[in-house]
């Protein structure tokens, strides 16, 4: 039991310097020895725990992403709202993971782990926001719905990718305003 607790712990300070170094550093100069230096261990205990630098980082961009989660634990459907919602809370309440999540998508599209952890995590989002879109549409067909959360997804993305080259771009008014204002005036 002892050595379980250990394991946690050791995981905690590794996923705890990989944000900080993150935030300070960028994806980067976010090196596997900063990080075994700021969380005080050696590289093996690094490996016994995370495969690599990059299964760290997307720990960190996962459980970013789940503390904005209107439904963690998927125990009651999600509002298209809500999911907005979440993504914009994504950005702009943890800006420093919110870009490295962005600099992944764009740069670990061809990257094997990193690529693969992406396009799946897309596709599951897609499939949340369709669902949502669903619910609140009935009258559209499957594909159409997921036509439309595609098009959701994309409009925030760009959005976000806009903000990341320009930080004083007011993304969460932007957001709103071509998320929602569509939907009142159709």
């Known amino acids: ?28 100069g976010t090196t596997l020895k900063a990080i075994c230096d700021r969380a005080g261990v050696r590289a093996g205990s690094f490996y016994n725990l995370f495969e690599s630098k990059e299964d760290a980082v997307l720990q960190v961009v996962k459980d970013a992403i789940r503390a904005v989660d209107p439904h963690p634990k998927r125990d009651a459907p999600d509002s298209l709202n809500e999911l ?12 420093d993971v919110a870009r490295v999540y962005l600099k992944i998508a764009i740069s670990g599209a061809t ?7 992406m396009k799946r995590h897309h596709h599951r989002r897609v499939a949340r926001f369709s669902s949502a879109i ?11 719905s997921e036509v439309r959360a595609e098009i959701v997804l994309a409009t925030l993305s760009g959005l976000a990718f806009m903000w990341m080259l320009e930080p004083k771009f007011d993304f969460e008014h932007r957001a709103r305003l071509a998320v929602y204002a569509p939907l ?3």
Not at 111 to 117: I, R
């Open 84 to 95: 907005v919602e979440a993504y914009i809370s994504f950005v702009s309440g943890q800006p």
């Open 111 to 117: 990257n094997g782990s990193l690529g693969g952890s």
């Open 134 to 144: 669903a619910r609140e549409n009935p009258e559209l067909t499957e594909a159409e």
């Open 1 to 28: 039991m002892a050595r379980y607790q250990a394991g946690i712990r050791t995981e905690a300070r590794i996923i705890d310097a990989t944000r900080e170094l993150l935030g300070e550093n960028g994806l980067d």
């Open 184 to 186: 009142l005036n159709s």
